[in-house]
């Protein structure tokens, strides 16, 4: 585990969250070459891929999320985000942030995301 990822919850459907991930060592010249992505893993599934940024700037969305979730990326915080909005039930899952940089992989520790109906 090299990345801190936090900001899960409890919350209702159709409430919010935002989640944060950072390297606590990754200089900024690194970060703003990386790419990031969330992932999400429900007890007894597999790991889905929910959304990605590349250093450009540019994302893409599992389809399930699209309108509701933004990914975006704070380079002078060199901090990742995942903005959630009205969650649904299904959103239930434990959320992994990942980072790529130059052949390299870093993954967080997951942060419990727990919508109640």
């Known amino acids: 585990v090299q990345l801190q990822a936090s900001g899960g919850g409890l919350v209702q459907a159709g409430g919010s969250l935002r989640l944060s991930c950072k390297h606590p060592?990754?200089?900024?010249?690194?970060?703003?070459?990386?790419?990031g992505a969330w992932y999400r893993q429900d007890p007894g599934k597999g790991r889905e891929l929910v959304a990605s940024?590349?250093?450009?700037?540019?994302?893409n969305y599992v389809e399930s999320v699209k309108g509701r979730f933004t990914i975006s990326r704070d380079n002078a915080k060199k901090t990742m985000y995942l903005r959630m909005n009205s969650l649904k039930s299904e959103d239930t899952a434990v959320y992994y942030c990942?980072?790529?940089?130059?052949?390299?992989?870093?993954w967080g520790q997951g942060t419990q995301v727990t919508v109640s109906s």
């Open positions: 060592r990754m200089i900024l010249s690194t970060f703003i070459t990386t790419d």
């Open positions: 940024i590349g250093s450009d700037g540019g994302t």
């Open positions: 990942n980072m790529q940089w130059n052949g390299y992989e870093y």
